[in-house]
């Protein structure tokens, strides 16, 4: 038990509280429109398209398994299961890591490439429909500094995240 004294905690005001329920509110829908565009346009979910994204801006196509984990924010595990169904489909291969027997990497197929080309055009119409043609030259400046700022303060060092397990 702790000797030191309970402090109350800073609720939100008004105007933060309106603030957090928007970008909750927006984040949502957000996620859900560009989940469904994907699976409408491309078959695949939102998150797949972004481990695509990631392979096709590695160097050789190619990147640790722990390395596409941490950028993408999601669990080995999950990554994991992923991989396997972007394997399925063709799109992925897993190679064994040459500097390092216990790693692995991932490796973006041609036929992969291709359909991350045929597939990103909708989505980033869907991303300037739902977020940038809404927002002016400023805003757009706002909204880059804003959430920087808010990933910076959320970098824990050592910590144990999702994506380092």
């Not at 992923?82 to 692995?104: F, M, T, Y």
Request: aromatic share 6%.
């Amino acid at each position: 038990m702790s000797n030191e004294p309970a402090t109350e905690p800073r609720w939100l005001d008004d105007e933060e509280q309106h603030a957090w329920q928007a970008y909750l509110h927006a984040t949502t829908l957000l996620e859900d429109h560009l989940d469904r565009q994907l699976q409408r346009d491309a078959g695949m979910p939102h998150v797949y398209y972004g481990l695509l994204v990631q392979l096709s801006r590695a160097p050789r196509r190619r990147m640790r398994m722990t390395e596409l984990a941490q950028n993408a924010k999601i669990t080995r595990s999950r990554l994991s299961h992923a991989v396997a169904r972007l394997e399925k489909n063709g799109w992925v291969r897993r190679e064994n890591c040459a500097s390092d027997k216990r790693g692995q990497n991932a490796y973006l197929t041609d036929e992969g490439l291709r359909v991350l080309e045929k597939a990103a055009p909708g989505h980033v119409n869907a991303v300037r429909a739902a977020i940038f043609d809404r927002l002016t030259p400023e805003q757009i400046g706002q909204l880059d500094e804003i959430c920087c700022m808010i990933a910076d303060g959320l970098q824990p060092q050592g910590a144990d995240l999702p994506w380092l397990r």
